[in-house]
């Protein structure tokens, strides 16, 4: 290639953040302040958590939203931002996200704080993805605290023992008294 051509490529012109030079890994990127990085609050994103803000609150309107778009417009990073801003107030992603959504939007959420439970899909049974996300979560928080585990906890051990070959299925009253214990 001559030095003319070589000159002309677009790498020469066009530098490409880091944060978007990988996809976003829920798993991964939840509760880190780096994954927030360069993250733009546009006004589908304070649309998105004006809805949600709405049904957290007291009056409790939707509670079940559906986030749709193409790949790579954004979908990810928001669940990300969100349950950043819900987490506690202690933790370093919630620190960041409260202060990117302070400095670009009016929007309100309660304040309450959530421990969010974080769940990539994957190809196995949702009751299974389920309860170990929450059994992940149970033990990132109890990992930071004196005193005995929560009962929950055991439960959720012994629910996963029991998934095995021969039973692949959890019966959802069980996945959902684990939430709400």
């Keep these: 290639m001559d030095a003319g051509r070589e000159s002309a490529r677009l790498v020469n012109f066009v ?67 969100l349950a950043d801003l819900l987490s506690p107030s202690a933790s370093p992603g919630g620190k960041a996200a409260r202060k ?4 670009s939007s009016d929007v309100a959420l309660p304040r309450q704080r959530l421990h969010p439970v974080v ?13 170990k996300a929450l059994g992940s979560t149970l033990e ?8 005995a585990k929560p009962r929950v906890l055991k439960t959720i051990r012994q629910y996963l023992d029991e998934l ?7 019966a959802t009253s069980d996945v959902v008294a684990c939430f709400e214990e």
């Design 119 to 131: 769940l990539t899909a994957e190809r196995a049974p949702l009751d299974t993805l389920l309860l």
């Design 15 to 81: 530098e490409v953040e880091r944060r978007f030079r990988r996809s976003v890994n829920l798993d991964r990127d939840a509760g880190s302040p780096a994954a927030l990085d360069g993250y733009i609050v546009t006004p589908a994103v304070r649309r998105a958590l004006a809805q949600i803000a709405d049904g957290l609150g007291e009056e409790g309107g939707d509670r079940a939203w559906s986030l749709v778009g193409p790949y790579g417009s954004g979908k990810s990073a928001l669940a990300v931002f």
């Design 100 to 103: 990117l959504l302070n400095e």
């Design 164 to 170: 095995g070959p021969e039973s692949s299925r959890c």
């Design 140 to 147: 990132a928080i109890w990992r930071r605290q004196r005193g």
